[in-house]
C-alpha cells in the first residue's frame, strides 16, 4: 500500500486507512516506540500493567483509582470486547493489588451488553434480595475483620442494580441521528466494520455518562487481528476495513461535541513488525521500534515524533518506553506518575514501577 503526506499537517498515514487519513491533522503520531517484550502475552501485560509477569494492577485500574468515577451507574473502567480479548486475557484488565471494583467490566458489543443484565422480578423484591445480601456480608466482615472481596461484593451488587437502569438506555442506539450511525459505519456492508463500530459509538456514549477510562478490542475478523505471520494482504485488507471509518468516526463526533479536547484517545498494540518479510508474505514481531498514536487530551494535533533507522527495525530518535507513555497518559489525565502510589508487599507500587519520564514533546 503507498503512503500519502495527509491534510495539512503532512502526515504520512497508508492507502490502507482512507478514513484515518481524513483525520491525520488530528493525531499526534509516535514512531519511536519500543517494548522489552517479543512475546503476546507477557508484552500485552506490560501494555497494560507496566509489568510482564500477570496480577498486576492494569492502567484504566489506576485511573479510576486516582480519579474515581463521575458515574454512578455504570463502571469506572469499561472494556468493549469485540470478539478477541488480547493474549493473557481478562489479567490485562484486572485491579491486581488495588480494590477488586476498579478491575475492567467487559460489556459486548450487542444490544445486551452484559448478560442477565435486565431483571427478571420487580425492583422491591430484588431490593429486598440485596438488602439481605448485605446484611450477612456485612455480618461476615463484623467477625473477619476486614476483607476486599467482601467488601468490593457489596459495592459491585449495588452497582450491578443501578446499572440494571442504565445499561438498556445506553445500548439502545435508537435515538442517534441517521448521520451519526453512518459515521460511525453501522451501514457498512463488511459485518465487522459494524460491530466495531457499534464499539466506538458506544465508547462515546460511554465517556459522556462519566466513565473514566474505556477499552475497545478488535472484532474477530478470522486473521488473528493483525498478527500476520502470513497471509498478510489479505489480514492487513480486512482489519483495516473493520476499524478505520469507526475510528475516523469517533474522533470527529468527539470533536463536534466538544469532547475531544478533555478525552485522550490511544490507538496502540503491545509491539510492531519487523520491515523484512518472515515466510512468503508475513511479518513477525518487532518490539525495537514501532508507532502508535494518540489524539485529543492536550497532544499536540497532525504531529509525529521520534523516529527509527533507515530500515524500519530499531527506534533511534527520542525513545519512548512504555513506561514513558503511562507517565505521558496519566500528566495529560491530571495524575503526576510518581505520586500516584499504593503500599503492598512492603513498598509504595504505581503504574511505572521506578520508570517513566513524560514525553513533553508531545504534549500541546
Not at 509477569?53 to 455504570?74: C, F, I, K, T, V
Not at 430484588?126 to 461484593?153: F, H, M, N, P, Y
Request: negative net charge; aromatic residues 8%; charged residues 25%.
Amino acid at each position: 500500500w503507498e503512503f500519502k503526506q495527509r491534510g495539512e499537517s503532512g502526515l504520512w498515514v497508508s492507502d490502507l486507512l482512507p478514513h484515518i487519513a481524513e483525520v491525520a491533522d488530528e493525531l499526534c503520531v509516535i514512531k519511536s516506540m519500543v517494548s522489552k517484550f517479543p512475546e503476546h502475552t507477557a508484552a500485552n501485560y506490560y501494555l497494560h500493567t507496566g509489568h510482564n509477569p500477570q496480577g498486576r494492577p492494569s492502567m484504566g485500574a489506576w485511573l479510576g483509582y486516582g480519579l474515581g468515577s463521575e458515574a454512578d451507574n455504570l463502571p469506572g473502567y469499561v472494556v468493549i470486547n469485540g470478539g478477541l480479548i488480547p493474549p493473557g486475557g481478562l489479567q490485562n484488565f484486572g485491579s491486581g493489588f488495588l480494590p477488586a471494583s476498579y478491575q475492567g467490566s467487559v460489556f459486548r458489543a450487542e444490544d445486551e451488553a452484559i448478560a442477565n443484565s435486565r431483571p427478571r422480578e420487580g425492583a422491591q423484591r430484588q431490593r429486598r434480595k440485596l438488602d439481605l445480601i448485605e446484611r450477612l456480608d456485612k455480618q461476615a466482615l463484623a467477625s473477619a475483620g476486614q476483607d476486599d472481596g467482601v467488601e468490593s461484593a457489596i459495592a459491585n451488587y449495588e452497582l450491578a442494580f443501578r446499572m440494571q437502569a442504565a445499561l438498556p438506555e445506553l445500548t439502545d442506539l435508537s435515538g442517534e441521528s441517521e448521520a451519526t450511525r453512518k459515521l460511525y459505519g453501522l451501514d457498512a456492508e463488511w459485518q465487522h466494520a459494524q460491530t466495531y463500530g457499534r464499539q466506538c459509538l458506544l465508547a462515546r456514549r460511554l465517556i459522556e455518562r462519566g466513565v473514566r477510562f474505556v477499552e475497545l478490542t478488535c472484532p474477530n475478523v478470522g486473521h488473528d487481528r493483525w498478527d500476520q505471520h502470513g497471509n498478510l494482504e489479505k489480514g492487513h485488507a480486512d482489519n483495516a476495513r473493520t476499524v478505520d471509518q469507526a475510528i475516523a468516526g469517533l474522533l470527529k463526533d468527539l470533536k463536534s461535541r466538544g469532547l475531544l479536547d478533555s478525552t485522550l484517545v490511544v490507538w496502540a498494540g503491545e509491539f510492531g513488525r519487523t520491515p523484512m518479510a518472515q515466510g512468503s508474505d508475513g511479518r513477525d514481531h518487532n518490539p525495537h521500534g514501532f508507532s502508535i498514536w494518540m489524539a485529543g487530551g492536550g497532544v499536540k494535533s497532525g504531529f509525529s515524533y521520534g523516529s527509527t533507522d533507515e530500515y524500519g527495525y530499531f527506534a533511534v530518535e527520542n525513545k519512548v518506553t512504555i513506561h514513558d507513555l503511562h507517565a505521558t497518559m496519566l500528566h495529560l489525565l491530571g495524575i503526576h506518575h510518581d505520586r500516584l502510589t499504593v503500599r503492598f508487599s512492603g513498598r509504595d507500587m504505581r503504574l511505572t514501577d521506578v520508570h517513566g519520564e513524560i514525553v513533553h514533546g508531545v504534549i500541546a
